[in-house]
């Protein structure tokens, strides 16, 4: 049984469906990439795993439990930490009081507020300021050190490079590397695609809420991955 899996799940915001019978499965300490351009259904499908929404038809099943109706709390409290589009910094709080958030859950594990400030060392000098007084690239950081904090088995990463200058995306995925080679299991979200084909083990493209293509990046052709991405 897979570590993680979704079955052909349907989901819905209000009326509109934005998934249609998405299947896919994660083996534990998998890095998988999920790519898809704007609007493709990769945050739905995140957000969906992480327990923000309910699959109107479908199966998710984690560590051989049905989840599909869990809320994000739960989830979080099972090993599955988000890190979500935008970064969702809360402005009005420290760099620490955010990483704090994370260790709500109360799960314990490798990651303590040290350890977080060792994979990351300026948010450490940082650690007093408000959310808002950091660069694009350090509010990243402390998004996915807040998931870091719960000592998650999962972690799923939604555009954590988007917006962010490219030598600081590359500091980004070393880390993501590192964290990923720590035995955490991680699903990333990419709108790039190369990015996202070179991080992972394999992938899932999205294409109008479907699964356009799966695979790992090796037996793909550039050829394929458009058609699958654009629909051409
Ligand atoms: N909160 C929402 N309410 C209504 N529609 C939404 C909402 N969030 C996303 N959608 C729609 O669902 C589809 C998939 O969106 P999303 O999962 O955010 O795509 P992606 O992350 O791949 O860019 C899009 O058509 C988007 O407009
Ligand atoms: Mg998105």
Redesign the pocket.
């Known amino acids: 049984m897979a570590f993680l899996s979704v079955e052909n799940i349907n989901v819905f915001?209000?009326e509109?469906q934005?998934l249609f019978g998405v299947s896919m499965t994660v083996e534990k300490g998998e890095t998988v990439a999920i790519i898809?351009s704007?609007?493709?259904?990769?945050?739905?499908?995140m957000r969906t795993i992480a327990g923000g929404l309910i699959p109107a038809e479908g199966l998710i099943k984690y560590e051989g439990s049905d989840t599909a109706t869990k809320t994000a709390f739960e989830m979080n409290r099972m090993g599955v930490a988000l890190v979500p589009?935008g970064r969702k910094i809360f402005p009005s709080l420290s760099v620490e009081e955010n990483l704090n958030i994370g260790a709500y859950s109360g799960r314990s594990g490798q990651w303590t507020l040290e350890k977080v400030y060792e994979l990351f060392p300026i948010l450490k000098e940082r650690r007093n300021n408000g959310g808002t007084d950091l660069s694009g690239g350090q509010q990243q950081m402390v998004a996915i050190g807040r998931a870091l904090m719960s000592n998650p088995d999962l972690v799923l990463m939604d555009e954590v490079s988007l917006g962010l200058a490219p030598i600081i995306v590359n500091e980004i995925y070393t880390v993501v590397r590192q964290i990923a080679k720590s035995g955490t299991t991680v699903i990333l979200?990419e709108q790039d695609v190369n990015r996202g084909l070179r991080e992972a083990d394999r992938f899932y493209c999205?294409l109008e809420?479907k699964v356009s293509l799966a695979g790992t990046p090796a037996e793909i052709s550039q050829d394929q991955v458009s058609k699958a991405y654009f629909g051409l």
């Open positions: 915001y209000n509109f934005a898809g704007n609007g493709a259904g990769k945050s739905t499908l589009e979200v999205l809420g």
